[in-house]
């Protein structure tokens, strides 16, 4: 039985979940999409108690997704706890969705036992472990010709700090976003249209995981499921795909072993 009438929900802050933050993001392990939306004040922020002792904290977007819970941190384990606070914050707040992270520990587990459907939002890479034995793990990808290199004032093209400079034009360019959990970076990247299939995507995710490495940063990236080429860049630049970001309806709290389906 869930355990509805210890369980309690009530606004917050982040410095008063901030041990709980610091506890998520060194379980982790990985990459946190969605580690700066709190800080940035794009979620609010809620906190979980049981019989009045605090057991975890959840983010509810305010913008973007309006009613989605982004995140959700739970000291205990009991997935009967968890679902009953879930309950709980959506009745508090009307939250209508949960969003989850799959390579994050018992984050897929709740959005299934929470929602009837689950969705594939992105893909998410991650550099490859040291040692891995595979082809994608390579950094030895040539474009004749080609320079990557800063941006400079006068370069026109695809935007980004970052330049693939080739026969005297900008015909890539992307960056390395730090707003996530240290140390990892979230490499993005732009190919010029007229360009595009001749290797040049996965050149520059190649030479971005360097830039990356030399700032002491750990690489990473993510991409629409659909977005066929960028994948496909990504993962010939040597990154290696570690799990999706995903959210689904809230529709199966408190029903107990129903779970909800990927799709």
Request: include cysteine; hydrophobic fraction near 35%; charged fraction near 25%.
């Amino acid at each position: 039985m869930i355990r509805t009438m210890t369980i309690s929900v009530r606004p917050t802050t982040l410095d008063e979940i901030s041990e709980f933050r610091e506890r998520y993001q060194s379980r982790a392990g990985c990459q946190i999409v969605h580690d700066s939306i709190l800080p940035r004040r794009l979620a609010d922020p809620w906190l979980f108690l049981e019989r009045s002792a605090p057991i975890g904290y959840a983010g509810v977007w305010n913008e973007h997704y309006p009613g989605r819970i982004m995140e959700a941190y739970f000291e205990t384990e009991d997935q009967d706890v968890q679902v009953a606070a879930i309950e709980a914050l959506a009745v508090e707040t009307g939250a209508t969705e949960l969003g989850g992270q799959t390579n994050l520990q018992g984050s897929l587990a709740l959005v299934e036992r929470c929602c009837s459907s689950v969705w594939t939002e992105k893909l998410l890479f991650a550099e490859p472990e040291e040692g891995m034995s595979t082809p994608r793990a390579r950094s030895d990808l040539v474009v004749p010709g080609a320079t990557f290199r800063r941006r400079r004032d006068e370069d026109e093209g695809p935007d980004g700090p970052w330049v693939v400079e080739l026969g005297g034009a900008v015909v890539a360019a992307g960056g390395i976003l730090t707003h996530y959990n240290p140390p990892y970076g979230d490499l993005y990247m732009e190919v010029a249209e007229a360009r595009r299939g001749e290797g040049l995507g996965s050149y520059i995710v190649q030479e971005l995981r360097s830039a990356a490495k030399e700032a002491g940063l750990v690489p990473a990236a993510r991409c629409s499921p659909d977005n066929v080429p960028s994948r496909a860049a990504l993962e010939r630049g040597g990154l290696i795909r570690c799990g999706r970001l995903v959210w689904g309806a809230l529709g199966r709290l408190s029903t107990g072993s129903d779970h909800g389906t990927i799709a």
